[in-house]
């Protein structure tokens, strides 16, 4: 954080400095004993922070601030109590702050200062690509090898007794399961189960006909109670 000291008296910018150089990251570009030179200095250079005295020959601390345009954050610096509540009626100044400055009053409103300066710390962004991808995946134990089955690919599954068989594009899968724990792993946009011993994916229905629907060459029926449900997800037109 870059800053610099406008102040009318060698000491007092001593004084401020000799504080900056105890701040790790904080860096005094310039000092000046008018506020005249400071505003052309930063007509040609940005800064982060100014330390501002109020009392100074020709322009006040104030008078000063209103000639910029787009003013950095400021620290008042003064040894007159008197101004707190008109300072603050303008945004760029962080603090006001009395001397003599000791060093815990200086970093207090250091801190206040980086926290209007630094920006927004980001949320890491969500790897939704490799969400997708997980999401996207199914691993079911046959013969002790896991096996994965991308889910989008899956059009039915079956329950036989204590297996079910998942019905994909390329390959069926026998699996010792229930019908109720892979429905559970499952998105609920895509998968319904229409029977006690069926769930489809809805998205590769080709016909409905009464109470049966065709999938791929699979006549799966559906029952009574699931029926409306399933009416529910159609975009019936």
Known sequence: ??????????????????????????????????????????????????????????FTGFDFIQTLKNPPKIILTTSDK?????????????????????LPRFLKAIQKAENFIAPPKEEPKEDTSAKSSE???LYVNIDRRLIKIDIP???????KGDYITVKTEGKNYTVHSTLKKIEEKLPDDLFLKVHRSYVI??????????????????????????RPELMKRLNLL
């Not at 001593?14 to 105890?22: D, E, K, R, S």
């Not at 701040?23 to 200095?41: R, Y």
């Open 201 to 226: 994916n809805i998205k590769r229905i080709i016909d409905i006909e009464d109470n049966s629907v065709l999938i791929a060459k699979d006549v799966i029926p559906v029952s009574r109670s699931n």
């Open 135 to 137: 999401e996207n995946d």
């Open 1 to 58: 954080m870059n800053c610099i000291i406008i102040d009318d008296e060698e000491t007092a910018r001593a004084i401020i400095h000799q504080l900056c150089n105890q701040v790790d990251g904080l860096q005094v570009v310039e000092e000046f004993s008018n506020a005249i030179q400071a505003m052309k200095f930063l007509n040609q250079q940005e800064i982060d922070l100014i330390f501002l005295d109020i009392h100074m020959p020709d």
């Open 153 to 159: 690919s899956i059009y039915l599954i079956e329950a």
């Open 82 to 102: 008197n101004f707190a509540l008109e300072a603050f009626e303008y945004d760029c100044i962080v603090d006001y702050v009395v001397k003599p400055i000791t």
